[in-house]
């Protein structure tokens, strides 16, 4: 059951409010690999296996990712072939991606709403940054924190803190809301959130870490957890 009161709502990125098409994910992962010379199924599972280091920062861009991955298949291109493949990589990720259809409605009723403020909160690399702004999102979020920036991931609890830091929240006052991956619902629900698992067609793959099994509420539709936020 949701009590609140709530100051602020907090949302992940990706399975909630943006979709990626898999099948157009890899394709460009091995178009890339054509270029680099290397084999495609095993630059996709370096690339795959870097994602914690990309998500943290610790390969702090694309050029670095595509770097690794290519050196994990034997190869070392030059930093032309580099250039072009993280061309390819902003572009396949633009492309591939799309907002759910209830996600602009919901947050353009919380933009609005004066008692209520929001944030984003993503495991992601640097990817992510540019496709928010790409989708036009920038706007709709008073701070957004992304692990490769802060060098956390949920569920451990810095990220979240970083969150309501930048928010002037408590952990208390905030509603969270995710698709539930990487046990992303049980870290917020850990601190004193309230949480709302919102239910998305997705596919089980390797980016899937462990689903959460304990919130306060499920929807499967966004604009509900509109309902569920109380001032």
């Known amino acids: ?23 157009r994910y890899l394709a460009g992962k091995r178009e890339a690999a054509q270029v680099l010379g290397v084999p495609p199924e095993r630059f996709i599972g370096a690339w795959i296996a870097a994602s914690d280091q990309a998500q943290t920062g ?42 759910y259809p209830d996600v602009l409605p919901t947050l353009g009723a919380l933009r609005a709403h004066r008692e209520v403020t929001t944030g984003l909160v993503s495991n992601a690399s640097s990817t992510a940054a540019l496709l928010v702004e790409r ?14 920036r802060v060098g956390i991931l949920k569920p451990q609890p810095g990220i979240y803190l970083k969150a309501c830091e930048a928010l002037c929240v408590q952990p208390a006052e905030c509603l969270f809301v995710g698709d539930g991956n990487g046990f992303e619902l049980d870290g917020a629900g850990a601190l004193g959130m309230e949480t709302v698992r919102v239910v998305r067609p997705v596919t089980p793959g390797p980016f899937r870490k462990g689903e959460s099994l304990r919130f306060d509420a499920s929807v499967d539709d966004l604009t509900r957890v509109l309902t569920l936020v109380r001032t």
Not at 63 to 76: D, I, K, P, W
Not at 139 to 147: D, R, T
């Open 1 to 23: 059951m949701i009590r609140g009161p709530h100051r602020a709502v907090l949302f992940d990125l990706f399975d909630t409010l943006v979709r990626i098409d898999s099948g």
């Open 58 to 99: 610790v390969l702090p861009d694309i050029a670095a990712r595509v770097r690794y991955a290519a050196r994990a298949c034997g190869a070392e291109p030059d930093e032309a072939m580099v250039s072009r493949v993280v061309r390819m990589e902003e572009e396949h990720m633009t492309s591939g991606s799309s907002l």
């Open 135 to 148: 989708l036009g999102l920038n706007g709709y979020f008073k701070e957004a924190v992304f692990s490769f």
